[in-house]
C-alpha cells in the first residue's frame, strides 16, 4: 500500500535542510542532464495538498480538450485528432493526440483503448520515418487538463545528448525550430498516418 501524502512528505525529504531542500543527486550526475550542477540547487519541497485543486474539464472547469483544442489539427478520424501547437519549440516537432470525446486515459471504453494503442504505433512510426529523426518520445502526464492528451516529441539524431527524459526540458531551452519546416514535418505525418492507418490529415496551415 503507498504510503499516506504525510508519510511520503517525510519519507522524501530525507537528509534535507531545514528549508525542506533535498541535495542534487542521481539526475544531476547524467550525462544528458541540461544543467550544470554548480549554483544548482533544489527548491524546498511543499507540504501536501489533499484534496488536490481540480483541473481543467473537471468539477465544472472549462475543458480545453472539449471547448477549444489547442493549436492546428492535423489529422483526425471520428474518434480522435492530432495537433500541433501554435509556436514551434526546440524539437522539430512536437504534437499531441487527444479523443474528440471527453476522456481521461483510464476512462476510455475499450474500442477507444485498443484504437490508442494502434495510434501511438502509427504516430511513432510516422514520425521516425520522417529523415533526421532518431526517436518519438510519447509521454501522458494529465496533471493539468483532465481530457486526455498524449504528447510526442521528435528527437532529432546524431545527438546523444539530447536522449531520454531531458529532452521535454530541453525543447523548452533550445532555439525554436524554424515555424515553416516544423509545419511541413507535421503535415507529412499526417499523410503519412492518412496512409497507414485511415482517417483525414487536415490541409496544411
Ligand atoms: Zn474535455
Known sequence: MPLTPEEFYANALGDADQDGRVALSRMTGWKIFPFEREGLRVVPLLRPEVPEA???????????????????????NERWRLITFGEPSGAPLV?????????????????????????????????ESLPGIARAHVSRWGDGGAHLHLFFFARPSGFPQLRGTCFAIWDDLLAPVPREMRDADAHTVALTLE??????????P
Request: with cysteine; charged share 20%.
Open 54 to 76: 481540480p483541473r481543467r474539464g473537471e468539477d465544472g472547469l472549462a475543458c480545453g480538450g472539449c471547448d477549444a483544442p489547442l493549436g492546428g489539427t492535423l489529422w483526425e
Open 95 to 127: 504534437m499531441m493526440l487527444q479523443p474528440k470525446g471527453h476522456y481521461d486515459l483510464i476512462d476510455l471504453p475499450e474500442d477507444l483503448a485498443a484504437e490508442l494503442g494502434r495510434l501511438v504505433v502509427h504516430v511513432s512510426r510516422a514520425l
Open 195 to 204: 496512409s497507414s492507418f485511415g482517417g483525414s490529415a487536415t490541409a496544411p
